[in-house]
């Protein structure tokens, strides 16, 4: 356990929230306790239950965080573009990067989908978080495609969604990195047809 220091209730969340992750990813979910993430914060076992009751809403915390940041970098993107050319090489640049790189984002979201198997309430879970995020990105997107409704930007976005976690868990659970790596232009264009086709 670490020395006990003084923070807010943001921040105590915040370090049970980072030390979590890196024993998740050290020990994988399935095998991670409750004691193992207490024994990586300053919190007693009293106080650390004061903010989750256990592995499953903490690891959720984590997926949930994870995907408000990758939402938030997307609309910063958007806003930094002139045009709507220069957004979507830049999107497309940017879902290959987050396709082939390694990242504690894409480890943790991995262990999330395997949960699936063993407790059908985890794609529940996932649902909700994947909705919450798509709409707000859908909002902010319009700007760029005037001639999309929110319900087509929505469908668009939830399939651009789909198929970017459906190639991540083949290229990396199913070890495919190169055959996606040798043909990168036919995965770019699988996103801007998802994008550009009415």
């Given at each position: 356990?670490?020395?006990?220091?003084?923070?807010?209730?943001?921040?105590?969340?915040?370090?049970?929230?980072?030390?979590?992750?890196?024993?998740?990813?050290?020990?994988?979910?399935?095998?991670?306790?409750?004691?193992?993430?207490?024994?990586?914060?300053?919190?007693?076992?009293?106080?650390?239950?004061?903010?989750?009751?256990?592995?499953?809403?903490?690891?959720l915390a984590i997926m949930e965080e994870c995907a408000q940041e990758n939402v938030c970098y997307l609309k910063a993107l958007e806003s930094s573009c002139q045009s709507k050319d220069e957004f979507i090489n830049k999107l497309e640049e940017y879902l290959l990067k987050r396709l082939f790189e390694k990242h504690d984002q894409r480890d943790i979201y991995l262990m999330g989908v395997s949960e699936v198997f063993y407790d059908q309430e985890y794609l529940g879970y996932?649902?909700?978080?994947?909705?919450?995020?798509?709409?707000?990105?859908?909002?902010?997107?319009?700007?760029?495609?005037?001639?999309?409704?929110?319900?087509?930007?929505?469908?668009?976005?939830?399939?651009?969604?789909?198929?970017?976690?459906?190639?991540?868990i083949s290229c990396h659970l199913f070890k495919k990195e190169k055959l996606y790596q040798e043909n990168q232009q036919y995965i770019k264009n699988i996103f801007l047809n998802i994008l550009l086709d009415k």
């Amino acid at each position: 356990m670490k020395k006990y220091i003084r923070k807010s209730r943001p921040e105590r969340k915040k370090e049970i929230i980072v030390a979590a992750t890196q024993v998740f990813l050290q020990k994988g979910y399935r095998h991670t306790t409750m004691e193992d993430i207490i024994q990586e914060t300053s919190l007693s076992k009293g106080g650390f239950y004061h903010y989750f009751k256990s592995t499953r809403e903490i690891f959720l915390a984590i997926m949930e965080e994870c995907a408000q940041e990758n939402v938030c970098y997307l609309k910063a993107l958007e806003s930094s573009c002139q045009s709507k050319d220069e957004f979507i090489n830049k999107l497309e640049e940017y879902l290959l990067k987050r396709l082939f790189e390694k990242h504690d984002q894409r480890d943790i979201y991995l262990m999330g989908v395997s949960e699936v198997f063993y407790d059908q309430e985890y794609l529940g879970y996932l649902d909700k978080i994947e909705q919450k995020y798509i709409k707000d990105l859908s909002r902010c997107w319009l700007q760029r495609f005037p001639d999309y409704t929110e319900t087509q930007m929505t469908e668009k976005l939830k399939l651009l969604s789909e198929v970017f976690h459906a190639l991540m868990i083949s290229c990396h659970l199913f070890k495919k990195e190169k055959l996606y790596q040798e043909n990168q232009q036919y995965i770019k264009n699988i996103f801007l047809n998802i994008l550009l086709d009415k």
